[in-house]
């Protein structure tokens, strides 16, 4: 190898690593989270994981968890609410009847955030969640992918000192159903090592099983079509809480 390929090699390694580098917790400078993917292994409703400070008990969709990891890592968040809806055994998770209409809470694809140890009033404790919210959003009612709908200032019931909305975009899926395809941020690998590693392209794959549907119409899979177009399908300020 000639020492002018080496240093070319050496530069092009050096700007890889310099691309991995993480923003400091709470850096407003995260970058836009794209390039975004579409991940259609089968989902589940799962707990989330320690590593993401949250209520007890509550759930999502396990194909967002990488990203709430990747989150809390940045931001100092505490989830409110998840899922909200019946498991297959019959158990009720999530704030019951908070959520507006076809809310993505329905189908475990949102989460409220608040400031961990963080109060109700809008104070410096918040910066850090406006930071996270202009990072989702920076321009209000343009959320970006693969965020489907931003509350925060602006929308009613939402905003700093109350909480912060942020919703995955899916593929239409009926209320307390799975969403065929949802889109994601990838995280680095080994960011995100509290899950079960998604499987190869082989969506209809029964790799990983859905949970069985229980007489009492626990969350099923949603056998829909392809992805809504960003932003058309989402619920207007108010009703994606
Ligand atoms: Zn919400």
């Known amino acids: 190898m000639s020492s002018r390929l080496r240093r070319t090699l050496l530069a092009a390694t050096l700007g890889a690593l310099a691309c991995l580098a993480l923003p400091l917790p709470g850096a407003a ?3 836009p989270p794209g390039p975004t993917r579409l991940v259609s292994t089968p989902g589940k409703i799962v707990s989330i994981p320690a590593s993401v400070p949250h209520e007890l008990g509550d759930m ?7 990203d709430l ?3 809390a890592r940045r931001y100092p968040i505490y989830v409110t609410d998840g899922y909200s809806g019946p498991l297959p055994n019959g158990q009720h998770v999530g704030c019951d009847e908070c959520h507006a209409r076809n809310s993505d809470h329905y189908n475990g694809l949102a989460v409220d955030l608040v400031p961990l ?3 109700t009033k ?3 404790s918040w910066e850090p969640i406006t930071a996270l919210a202009e990072w989702a959003e920076p321009v209000q009612g343009e959320p970006v992918l693969p965020f489907r709908w931003v509350g925060y200032d602006g929308d009613a019931g939402h905003g700093c000192g109350n909480h912060l909305h942020l919703s995955w975009n ?10 065929e395809s949802v889109e994601v941020f990838p995280v680095t690998p080994g960011e995100a090592t509290e899950t079960t590693p998604t499987a190869p392209r082989s969506p209809r794959a029964p790799a990983i099983p859905a949970p069985p549907s229980g007489p009492s119409g626990g969350i099923s899979r949603a056998q829909t079509g392809g992805i809504g177009a960003h932003g058309a399908s ?3 300020p108010g009703f994606g809480d």
């Open 60 to 66: 999502v969709d396990r194909r967002i968890v990488p």
């Open 122 to 124: 809008c104070d410096a």
């Open 170 to 179: 899916h593929t239409p899926a009926p209320m307390f159903t799975l969403a």
């Open 29 to 31: 400078a995260a970058g």
């Open 234 to 236: 989402g619920p207007p």
């Open 69 to 71: 990891i990747w989150i």
């Open 117 to 119: 140890g963080g109060g």
